[in-house]
Protein backbone atom coordinates (compact mmCIF):
# COMPACT_ATOMS: atom_id res chain seq x y z
CA UNK A 1 0.00 0.00 0.00
CA UNK A 2 1.37 3.46 -0.61
CA UNK A 3 1.87 5.66 2.01
CA UNK A 4 -0.14 8.98 2.63
CA UNK A 5 0.87 12.15 0.32
CA UNK A 6 -0.12 15.72 -1.58
CA UNK A 7 1.36 16.77 -4.78
CA UNK A 8 1.21 20.29 -5.71
CA UNK A 9 2.97 20.41 -9.22
CA UNK A 10 3.07 23.03 -11.69
CA UNK A 11 4.64 23.16 -15.37
CA UNK A 12 8.55 23.48 -13.40
CA UNK A 13 7.64 23.56 -9.57
CA UNK A 14 6.16 21.14 -7.20
CA UNK A 15 6.14 20.29 -4.06
CA UNK A 16 5.42 16.97 -1.83
CA UNK A 17 4.35 15.96 1.73
CA UNK A 18 4.53 12.16 2.18
CA UNK A 19 4.58 9.93 4.88
CA UNK A 20 7.68 7.36 5.07
CA UNK A 21 6.37 5.95 8.38
CA UNK A 22 4.94 6.09 11.58
CA UNK A 23 5.50 10.16 12.18
CA UNK A 24 8.29 10.69 9.83
CA UNK A 25 7.16 12.67 6.75
CA UNK A 26 9.50 13.30 3.75
CA UNK A 27 9.03 17.36 2.42
CA UNK A 28 10.28 17.38 -0.83
CA UNK A 29 9.83 20.78 -3.36
CA UNK A 30 11.87 21.76 -6.45
CA UNK A 31 12.15 24.69 -8.77
CA UNK A 32 12.84 24.31 -12.08
CA UNK A 33 15.51 21.64 -11.13
CA UNK A 34 17.37 24.56 -9.60
CA UNK A 35 16.64 24.66 -6.57
CA UNK A 36 15.44 21.24 -4.19
CA UNK A 37 14.81 20.71 -0.75
CA UNK A 38 14.68 17.20 0.66
CA UNK A 39 13.77 16.59 4.59
CA UNK A 40 12.20 15.23 7.16
CA UNK A 41 9.65 16.41 9.57
CA UNK A 42 8.10 14.67 12.58
CA UNK A 43 4.57 14.80 12.13
CA UNK A 44 1.56 13.12 13.81
CA UNK A 45 -1.07 11.56 11.56
CA UNK A 46 -3.35 14.00 13.49
CA UNK A 47 -1.70 17.63 12.66
CA UNK A 48 -1.65 16.42 9.36
CA UNK A 49 -5.37 15.11 9.06
CA UNK A 50 -5.89 18.56 10.60
CA UNK A 51 -3.73 20.46 8.11
CA UNK A 52 -5.77 18.54 5.05
CA UNK A 53 -8.88 19.49 6.99
CA UNK A 54 -8.15 22.78 7.22
CA UNK A 55 -6.88 23.01 3.66
CA UNK A 56 -10.65 21.43 2.23
CA UNK A 57 -12.37 24.40 4.26
CA UNK A 58 -10.34 26.87 2.44
CA UNK A 59 -11.15 25.69 -1.02
CA UNK A 60 -14.61 24.80 -0.25
CA UNK A 61 -15.32 28.10 0.68
CA UNK A 62 -17.71 30.34 -1.20
CA UNK A 63 -15.70 33.28 -1.67
CA UNK A 64 -12.56 31.83 -3.13
CA UNK A 65 -10.35 34.32 -1.12
CA UNK A 66 -6.92 34.27 -0.03
CA UNK A 67 -5.41 31.97 2.48
CA UNK A 68 -2.61 30.89 4.67
CA UNK A 69 -1.83 27.07 6.68
CA UNK A 70 0.61 25.52 8.31
CA UNK A 71 1.13 22.02 9.14
CA UNK A 72 1.76 22.79 12.47
CA UNK A 73 0.65 26.34 13.77
CA UNK A 74 3.85 27.15 15.97
CA UNK A 75 5.89 24.35 17.03
CA UNK A 76 8.52 23.22 14.58
CA UNK A 77 6.13 24.19 11.67
CA UNK A 78 8.00 22.23 8.29
CA UNK A 79 5.65 24.25 5.49
CA UNK A 80 3.19 27.08 5.09
CA UNK A 81 0.87 27.62 2.27
CA UNK A 82 -0.15 30.82 0.97
CA UNK A 83 -3.01 30.93 -1.51
CA UNK A 84 -4.33 33.16 -4.16
CA UNK A 85 -7.07 32.68 -6.15
CA UNK A 86 -6.61 32.90 -9.77
CA UNK A 87 -10.33 32.50 -11.47
CA UNK A 88 -10.96 28.73 -10.66
CA UNK A 89 -7.38 28.32 -9.32
CA UNK A 90 -5.48 28.91 -7.06
CA UNK A 91 -1.33 29.70 -6.74
CA UNK A 92 0.56 29.33 -3.54
CA UNK A 93 3.39 30.40 -1.98
CA UNK A 94 5.32 27.77 -0.34
CA UNK A 95 7.46 28.71 2.74
CA UNK A 96 9.86 25.31 3.79
CA UNK A 97 11.53 25.29 7.74
CA UNK A 98 13.36 22.07 7.56
CA UNK A 99 14.23 23.75 11.43
CA UNK A 100 10.82 24.38 11.87
CA UNK A 101 9.69 28.06 12.78
CA UNK A 102 13.25 29.71 11.92
CA UNK A 103 14.22 32.91 9.79
CA UNK A 104 17.18 31.76 8.62
CA UNK A 105 17.06 28.70 6.89
CA UNK A 106 14.17 28.47 4.63
CA UNK A 107 13.13 28.05 1.25
CA UNK A 108 10.16 30.33 -0.51
CA UNK A 109 8.95 29.39 -3.65
CA UNK A 110 5.96 30.16 -5.57
CA UNK A 111 3.74 27.12 -7.71
CA UNK A 112 1.97 28.37 -10.64
CA UNK A 113 -2.34 27.76 -10.38
CA UNK A 114 -3.90 24.82 -9.53
CA UNK A 115 -7.48 23.95 -10.68
CA UNK A 116 -9.42 24.15 -7.30
CA UNK A 117 -11.28 20.73 -7.91
CA UNK A 118 -7.81 19.45 -8.58
CA UNK A 119 -6.51 20.78 -4.87
CA UNK A 120 -10.05 19.47 -3.33
CA UNK A 121 -9.01 16.27 -4.72
CA UNK A 122 -5.78 15.68 -3.67
CA UNK A 123 -6.43 17.03 0.13
CA UNK A 124 -9.68 15.20 -0.14
CA UNK A 125 -7.60 11.86 -0.44
CA UNK A 126 -4.71 12.57 1.99
CA UNK A 127 -7.54 13.14 4.51
CA UNK A 128 -9.05 10.04 3.95
CA UNK A 129 -6.01 7.90 3.36
CA UNK A 130 -5.17 9.57 7.42
CA UNK A 131 -8.39 9.00 8.49
CA UNK A 132 -9.20 4.99 7.97
Known sequence: ????????????????????????????????????????????AAEVVDFAARMLSHLRAPSGGRFSAAVTPGRNN?????AEPVGDKFAFFVRLTP?????????Q?????????ELQEAFRALHAALSV
Open 1 to 44: MEEPRVRLASDDVWLELARADGNSWRITADWCSWLTADFTADLS
Open 78 to 82: PLTLK
Open 99 to 107: NGDDSVCHL
Open 109 to 117: MEVDPIATS
